[in-house]
């Protein structure tokens, strides 16, 4: 009978302490059901806290379609607005982290205000030591390290930029060295013995180009990165440089021409002048076929006959 009791009694504590437990489970569950009912902005994703377990507003707003960080009106499917004037703010930020990385393991996207390093109103890309790629307000684009203000449509670090439709090649003296002299007689003729045809890239069929293949320009001139690829400073210097040695190619033959018309005219010159003492020889045969006559008509004397004869003759 005593057993039985006790193990009445055991059950009967078990029972109350399952409903006790229940109770407050129950009171809990209220309590935070009640606190979610409080959360007074719509469309707010909930969040507990750290201290009560109560139920408030997180900074995520989702109404169904988009979702806002930051903002109560997203305009797209994710969007993150705040308010960021520091150097390096990260509040209106996307960070991509990978712990793995053994080199810097942060990259950033940033919209930039006054007071920042991106561009007022631009866009940048950049990892934990330096910007790479930024696009101002008014639409220029600066890539490489820390080309952060842009003053071309498209700005390298390197100093390359296009503008007005036209590329422009960083050729500044002081960025070079090894300066070497170059035959251009030389290079004219492998010109022209290097392959020129005209021809179409695999990709676009139908749009015609004229020029060399990269193996021709590579084993002709031995320029550039390697034989697969043209480079147009290399191309244009070539074309210079051909374009030189035509010119004093030019120069000689005018030269030439200028000598040997100095020299036609100088033969000219003693053409006329033989021509002048032709002239006056014709005159001083004339003259002596005249004198002739005359002395044939006069009859010799006794005295003189044996002189005029011999003067005539």
Known sequence: MRRSMSANTTRILLTAALALTTCVSLQLAVAQDDAARNVDKTNYVSKFTSTSGALTDSLIFDNGTNVGIGTTTPATHLHISAA?????????????????????????????????????GGFSLGDDDAYWFVITFNGNVGMGLNVTSPTHPLQMADGANE??????????RNLKEDFAPVDSAQLLAKINAMPIQTWNFKTSKDVRHLGPAAQDFYA??????DDKHISTVDEGGVALAAVQELYRMVLKGKEEVASLTQA?????????????????LHQLEEAVQVLSTKLSKIEPGPENGSNILRAAK
Request: net charge negative; hydrophobic share 30%; aromatic share 6%.
């Open 84 to 120: 960021d004037t520091a150097a390096n703010g990260n509040r209106s930020a996307i960070r991509i982290s990978n712990t793995a990385s053994t080199n810097d393991r942060d990259w950033w996207l940033r919209v930039g205000a006054p007071g920042t390093n991106t561009p007022d």
């Open 163 to 172: 503008d007005n439709g036209t590329w422009n090649n960083d050729s500044d």
């Open 264 to 280: 036609n005219q100088q033969k000219d010159v003693q053409i006329q002048n033989l021509k002048a003492e032709v002239a006056q």
């Open 220 to 225: 002709a001139f031995g320029l550039g990165q």
